[in-house]
């Protein structure tokens, strides 16, 4: 992660410029609903009345890994059932790459390895982990941020399912070659956010992959 040092036009406001005026939980199930009562400065000089905002909470952040193997060219996918989904005019089957939560004290790295054994059976090498970025897929209301990596692998031994049954995880498992996953960006086949930023970074890198 960037140094605030090193960042490139850094911000004109941070956290310590918001305040928190009150915040409730209103509903807590599998996920979470919080509301809270914020004001900030505005890029105008002024300042916010206070404001209501519910945030859709998962209590903890995620990570997305995009298995790549360099010597077959091919990206490893998953497909599952998203019943966020389900209004998507194809199908609610989406085109995804490996993520997960990350669980209680693990850091970043350390839940992308598990994730990519759990659901792709991978065994993979913190060296062969590399990052991409942390982003917020929806920042107007969730607060999940997700941490992607892309890793190197050694796919040609791959299960054609995965996930873990404790959970309801029902994973298809395929490969596909890197242009066609390029591809599937390019004509909205693969419209997951993870996978889009996941496949546009190796291709932005591809070179660099294919020649180590």
């Given at each position: 992660m960037q140094d605030q040092k090193e960042?490139?036009?850094?911000?004109?406001?941070?956290l310590k410029d918001v305040t928190i005026h009150e915040k409730?939980?209103?509903?807590?199930?599998?996920?979470?609903?919080?509301?809270?009562?914020?004001?900030y400065p505005t890029f105008t000089g002024g300042h916010t009345p206070k404001l209501l905002r519910e945030i859709f909470e998962r209590d903890a952040d995620a990570v997305a890994i995009l298995p790549y193997d360099?010597?077959?060219?091919?990206?490893?996918?998953?497909?599952?059932?998203?019943?966020?989904?389900?209004?998507?005019?194809?199908?609610p089957w989406l085109f995804e790459i490996v993520a997960g939560m990350i669980d209680g004290a693990e850091s970043e790295l350390e839940a992308a390895k598990r994730e990519l054994k759990e659901e792709s059976g991978l065994t993979v090498a913190d060296e062969d982990f590399h990052y991409v970025n942390r982003v917020y897929p929806s920042p107007g209301g969730v607060s999940e941020c997700v941490t992607i990596y892309i890793a190197t692998v050694d796919a040609s031994h791959i299960g054609t399912h995965g996930g873990l049954e404790s959970e309801n995880e029902d994973l298809r498992i395929f490969k596909v070659k890197a242009q066609e996953a390029?591809?599937?960006?390019?004509?909205?086949?693969?419209?997951?956010?993870?996978?889009?930023?996941?496949?546009?970074?190796?291709?932005?890198?591809?070179?660099?992959?294919?020649?180590?």
């Open positions: 960042v490139l036009y850094p911000p004109r406001f941070t409730k939980r209103l509903y807590k199930k599998h996920f979470a609903l919080d509301e809270y009562t914020v004001s360099p010597v077959t060219d091919e990206i490893v996918l998953i497909e599952q059932f998203r019943p966020g989904a389900l209004k998507d005019p194809l199908t390029f591809e599937m960006v390019r004509t909205g086949r693969i419209n997951n956010a993870a996978a889009l930023i996941g496949i546009m970074s190796l291709e932005l890198r591809y070179d660099e992959f294919r020649k180590a």
